[in-house]
């Protein structure tokens, strides 16, 4: 039995087919049609996994959409009657769009798919918390979902028990911890829905000099449930603005213009506005466990890919286990929908468990040799895999920094060793090279560290053993180490690490302790393979193409190694373009 389901027409569209209930494909469309965050129908996607599965749509037994259009309509709806005239600009830019599309998706969904079957709806936060729990080891656990909203729900939390899931719950919009997050990262000039993370990764150089003004912002309750004070906020009548005068002025300052100099202000605002993120989920989460008596925790919601927050709530809340869904976000919820169809609504018992994210394309020596080929590529070929290790060890020894590009690529948005960068994590200039000539962003974004997972608790305040596959955790760097990996050592001396296994992560296993071995530190550098404005590398066309036009000194696709490039790098065009991109403009 096939089940594809399917998410899109808000961001981060993509497509997930299970057969068996087991998935045989999960994709984000950004990655075929290189537009990063694309909210259109997942056409390319939805090829992908039929292709991957040798089907075509009329195998497929049923088709699930990740939310119900009709709930949301009413939202929007509700929204724009209550705050009339604010919304009317919101008014004029919705409702052709929904008159004309998004209450017809069924049959759109019908239309671009070429079929006739029915479409399937599943809530927006039960899709995420079934793409958590259902893919967890868990045989029963705690559930919480938070984002900026699905159809009402901005934030809820249940429990799941075989194969049902019970929403208890929720907090409901325009109350939203992601909407909260969105906002400051509105106000310190990053790009909402794309650059949430750069707050979280600015937030450990400030101080928590702004706290009480967001106690202003947002009231936090003992039980985690709060409420937004929407005199500060713009987002019930413009999602592009999200905060008003008011928040400006209580802050002191403007929202901070794009591409500017960030200040210590605009640290301290980071640092600020994370801790009252944490506090509200931290606090959810001690009172979720206090409710249930669970001792497992299942996270999903673009808030779930606040790294530092789940390590909080696993540290403070007394869980004794967790799984954070590593699609988190709305991608995340097409692979939910598929299995809640599969598992919950026709009553299949459990199959999956999710060890890994490699649910994307992969590319045979043959594929790989044919484009190198096309693109006139100079290469050398590496048949034996013991000398590709040395390798490629040898040159992150050297300080060279390398294009890794194994396997099926991975569902979500890191990179977990099979369309990864990697570099030294001993080298104190390793993170200012890779942002600045590599990947053309700021000079604060850190870098994860991947380590064979029996080594974790030499290197990370972390139990012997345990998991943390997603790089969705954040653990203290243990403090005689900080010196030891530099460049993967955050401001706040945490690391957001990656553990690995052979059994999971094969190839990429064997270098990273090959590395070990020689080096006496078992740990490198893994970001993922892209530059700023641009989703990760699909296809070998996209990481030759990257291997090219930044600063990488190699690049390892499959048995053949790269070095040589066709013509000097222009890091200026380079960085222009990518600015572009981030910023939405059309490059050609």
């Not at 939310?67 to 949301?72: A, R, S």
């Not at 169809?341 to 043959?366: C, E, Q, W």
């Not at 012997?464 to 993967?488: C, H, N, Q, Y």
Request: with cysteine.
């Amino acid at each position: 039995m096939y089940v594809l389901g399917i998410s899109c027409f808000y961001h981060d569209a993509g497509a997930a087919l299970i057969k068996d209930g087991l998935p045989v494909a999960a994709a984000e469309e950004e990655r075929f049609n290189r537009r990063k965050h694309y909210s259109g129908f997942p056409e390319l996607a939805i090829r992908y996994c039929l292709a991957e599965a040798g089907i075509t749509i009329d195998d497929v037994d049923y088709i699930g959409f990740y939310e119900k259009p009709f709930v949301k309509f009413d939202r929007i709806l509700e929204t724009c009657l209550a705050g009339w005239p604010k919304t009317y600009w919101s008014w004029v830019q919705a409702m052709p769009l929904w008159l004309k599309d998004k209450l017809r998706i069924g049959h759109i969904l019908q239309t671009r798919l070429n079929t006739n079957k029915d479409i399937l709806y599943c809530e927006h936060h039960l899709s995420h918390a079934a793409s958590a729990f259902l893919a967890s080891p868990f045989e029963e656990a705690a559930i919480i979902t938070a984002d900026g909203v699905g159809e009402w729900t901005t934030t809820a939390w249940g429990v799941g028990r075989g194969s049902q899931i019970d929403m208890i719950k929720e907090a409901r919009f325009p109350h939203s911890v992601g909407l909260l997050f969105s906002a400051i990262t509105a106000y310190l000039g990053f790009k909402i829905n794309d650059a949430e993370w750069k707050v979280m990764g600015l937030a450990p150089y400030g101080r928590p000099s702004y706290v009480d003004k967001f106690r202003e912002v947002v009231d936090i309750r003992e039980d985690g449930s709060f409420r937004l004070n929407m005199k500060y906020f713009a987002h019930t009548y413009s999602t592009d603005s999200m905060i008003n005068k008011n928040w400006e002025r209580l802050f002191g300052q403007p929202r901070r213009p794009r591409e500017t100099e960030l200040s210590e202000f605009h640290e301290d605002v980071a640092h600020s506005g994370q801790k009252m993120v944490e506090e509200i989920m931290v606090k959810t989460a001690h009172h979720v466990h206090k409710e249930t008596g669970q001792k497992n925790l299942c996270i999903a919601g673009g808030v779930g890919l606040n790294c530092v927050a789940n390590w909080k709530i696993l540290q403070q809340t007394g869980f004794e286990n967790i799984f954070i869904q590593p699609a988190a976000g709305d991608s995340g919820g097409a692979l939910g929908t598929a299995l809640h169809i599969y598992n919950t609504l026709l009553g299949h018992p459990r199959k999956y468990v999710m060890t890994n994210a490699y649910l994307g394309p992969s590319f045979t020596n043959d594929q790989i040799l044919a484009e190198l080929k096309a693109q006139e590529a100079r290469f050398e070929t590496v048949e034996d895999e013991n000398e590709l290790l040395e390798l490629t060890t040898d040159m992150i020894i050297d300080g060279k920094v390398i294009g890794w590009f194994q396997g099926r690529m991975e569902f979500g948005p890191r990179a977990l060793g099979s369309r990864s960068i990697l570099a030294d994590p001993r080298r104190n200039d390793m993170k200012d090279i890779i942002n600045s000539k590599v990947k053309f962003r700021e000079p604060f974004r850190p870098f994860a560290p991947a380590i064979p997972r029996e080594y974790a608790h030499e290197y990370f305040e972390m139990p012997e053993g345990m998991d943390a596959p997603f790089m969705l955790l954040v653990p203290r760097v243990r403090d005689e180490k900080t010196s030891v990996i530099p460049a993967v050592t955050h401001q706040d001396q945490t690391g957001r690490v990656q553990t690995l296994t052979e059994q999971e992560n094969g190839l990429f296993y064997r270098v990273v302790k090959r590395f070990g071995e020689k080096t006496g530190v078992p740990v490198v550098i893994n970001t993922s393979f892209n530059v700023r404005g641009e989703p990760i590398v699909c296809t070998p066309r996209d990481a030759y193409r990257t291997f090219v036009n930044t600063g990488i000194d190699a690049m390892i696709i499959g048995k053949y190694v790269l070095t040589e490039k066709p013509s000097q790098v222009d890091f200026e065009a380079g960085m222009r373009r990518s600015i572009a991109l981030e910023a939405g403009a059309a490059v050609s």
